[in-house]
């Protein structure tokens, strides 16, 4: 009966170590599915092993004879779910690796039909009426077979081991001591068949693998979680079955909220209105509800919502699925808070630069098509108003002083702008002298916006240009009810033109054809020169390159020109 005992006690070990891998996991990777196929198939080879020196011990002759077959089958199907396991753990993806998968399972199949044979004539072995066990010759070259795929399993392991990085070294020696215990109890079993060589050889390579591959991955598993724990406001376990709640890691003013007796749906109420801000509290308790979260998570792997603590600014949270039932939804979930307010912010800011014009410090024009959007979707009041607003006199000031007076120009427009607007309202930077504002203002304090940007214009002065004049387009909702904001805008440009056009008239500039006429002038003269007397300062308007020599009279001020001439 001794056979039998470490048959008996084979089990019991292995159903220890064990035990989470042998049902079978229909959800796990590729590696530990195989594994759990691996450690069914030998518990099958333990209990047909213990069974068979019971029915030897009592010469139960049919019972010994059906068992000797679930005894070599189960040997089979270790062998060849062991050449998956691993191949499929050391990431053999070339020939070599199929070809010792394909090996093991063809292997196994064969051993199963010649078991079928050997019940009309005896190749693989017989019981004796008086309960002899008597071996035959398939059953030592099945035996050498699996001799010879565990040699494969164990020259293949150590050329992987060698290969490795330090990391994974010692789970690779492993793997090659799994297998080189497996060979040495085949090899043994061959030796004496009345011996439970293979069951201890197996025993002790599942113990092996268990400590320190499966034990290890573990280890590792809570590195990462830890190393995640670091990096959160809080960690915690929900099983959504039982409704209970483990922290992992923890905040001080989120432990003191779950730190209570509540069933988890009732905690996570709890800190939620503890902990959030008044504005994303409602939202923030539907995302939480943990009744409903199995549903809301079917088929996925993560959700996540980003809200404001009272105590954290900004946080994200997520709950990810870490067990999920037959449906595909999640009965565990890990529930994790991270405090963003700091990204946040950065994002803000980046937003905010990606909508604000650099040269002036306005909206830029992308900020101004979005809020257009906004306006062409909602309805506008009668206080609304829109202004579209150009610059009189950049283009020669551009060309007479400089592209730097443009600018000083440009940003002066701008101050004056926001100074007048900005409490009513948004000023856009749409194109290089053109402006928009958007505002609300009754009718009195229209006009007396008006003219506060007149008499804001009326005092500006910069150290480049000495004035600053606009010209611009208002128009109000209250006086097109029926026109949509492009209608508005439009409205507004035709304004603004006018209003140009009056100041030009006023000024006395006649702005049509100046391109001609200076292309005419051009034509007509070969020097033409435009002069400040005030500083004897002048700009050359056309002159050809060779006439700007000092030889020909040319010179950085006019007096000493004109006593060249």
């Given at each position: 009966m001794y056979y039998s005992a470490i048959g008996m006690i084979a089990i019991v070990l292995h159903v220890i170590m064990n035990h989470k891998f042998i049902r079978i996991?229909?959800?796990?990777?590729k590696v530990n599915r195989t594994y759990g196929k691996f450690v069914f198939a030998s518990l099958l080879y333990f209990a047909s092993d213990a069974l068979w020196g019971i029915f030897d011990s009592f010469k139960i002759v049919a019972f010994l004879y059906a068992d000797t077959i679930l005894y070599y089958i189960s040997m089979a199907l270790t062998i060849a779910y062991l050449c998956d396991y691993v191949t499929y753990y050391l990431h053999i993806k070339s020939g070599f690796g199929k070809f010792i998968r394909i090996f093991g399972r063809t292997f196994a199949i064969l051993e199963m039909a010649l078991l079928v044979v050997n019940h009309f004539v005896h190749i693989f072995f017989w019981i004796h009426p008086d309960g002899t066990y008597q071996a035959f010759i398939y059953r030592y070259i099945a035996l050498y077979m699996?001799?010879?795929?565990c040699l494969l399993l164990a020259i293949q392991t150590g050329i992987v081991m060698i290969k490795a990085a330090s990391g994974m070294r010692k789970r690779y020696f492993t793997i090659f001591s799994f297998c080189s215990v497996m060979l040495i109890a085949v090899v043994l079993q061959i030796q004496d068949p009345l011996l439970p060589t293979y069951t201890v050889g197996l025993l002790i390579g599942c113990a092996i693998n268990h400590t320190?591959?499966?034990?290890?991955?573990?280890?590792?598993?809570?590195?990462?979680?830890?190393?995640?724990?670091d990096i959160h406001y809080s960690m915690h376990t929900i099983d959504l079955a039982k409704d209970t709640v483990e922290e992992l890691s923890a905040e001080a003013d989120v432990k003191m909220q779950v730190n209570r007796n509540d069933n988890a749906s009732e905690l996570m109420k709890s800190t939620m209105k503890a902990l959030i801000v008044e504005e994303y509290l409602e939202a923030a308790l539907e995302f939480t509800d943990l009744p409903t979260l199995s549903e809301r998570m079917r088929g996925k792997k993560t959700i996540s919502m980003q809200m404001v603590g009272r105590n954290t600014g900004w946080v994200q949270a997520m709950f990810i699925a870490i067990e999920t039932d037959p449906y595909n939804k999640p009965t565990k979930v890990i529930f994790t808070t991270r405090v963003?307010?700091?990204?946040?912010?950065?994002?803000e800011m980046l937003v905010k630069k990606s909508m604000i014009d650099e040269l002036t410090g306005l909206y830029n024009r992308r900020a101004y098509e979005e809020d257009i959007l906004e306006y062409?979707?909602?309805?506008?009041?009668?206080?609304?108003?829109?202004?579209?607003?150009?610059v009189n006199g950049l283009k020669i000031v551009n060309d007479e002083i400089g592209h730097a007076a443009g600018d000083e120009l440009i940003k002066g427009a701008a101050d004056c702008m926001k100074e007048v607007f900005g409490s009513y309202g948004k000023v856009f930077r749409t194109g290089g002298d053109e402006f928009v504002s958007?505002?609300?203002?009754?009718?009195?304090?229209?006009?007396?916006?008006?003219?506060?940007?007149?008499q804001a214009t009326d005092k500006w002065s910069g150290k480049l240009v000495s004035s600053l004049a606009l010209s611009v387009g208002y128009v109000t909702k209250k006086e097109c009810k029926e026109e949509t904001i492009l209608d508005i805008a439009k409205i507004a440009d035709e304004r603004m033109y006018q209003a140009k056009t009056a100041y030009y008239a006023k000024k006395g500039v006649d702005r049509r054809g100046q391109a001609a006429a200076n292309t005419a002038l051009c034509?007509?003269?070969t020097k033409i020169l435009k002069i400040n007397i005030t500083d004897d300062t002048y700009n050359i308007v056309n002159m050809d390159v060779s006439e700007q020599t000092s030889e020909k009279g040319f010179a950085d001020n006019i007096r000493v020109a004109h006593r060249l001439w």
């Open positions: 996991n229909k959800n796990g990777d699996q001799v010879f795929l320190f591959v499966n034990e290890g991955a573990k280890e590792e598993q809570y590195r990462v979680l830890q190393s995640m724990a963003i307010d700091e990204e946040k912010k950065n994002e062409s979707d909602n309805s506008m009041g009668d206080d609304f108003v829109y202004a579209s607003i150009d958007i505002f609300f203002a009754n009718k009195g304090q229209l006009e007396a916006i008006k003219d506060d940007l007149e034509n007509l003269y």
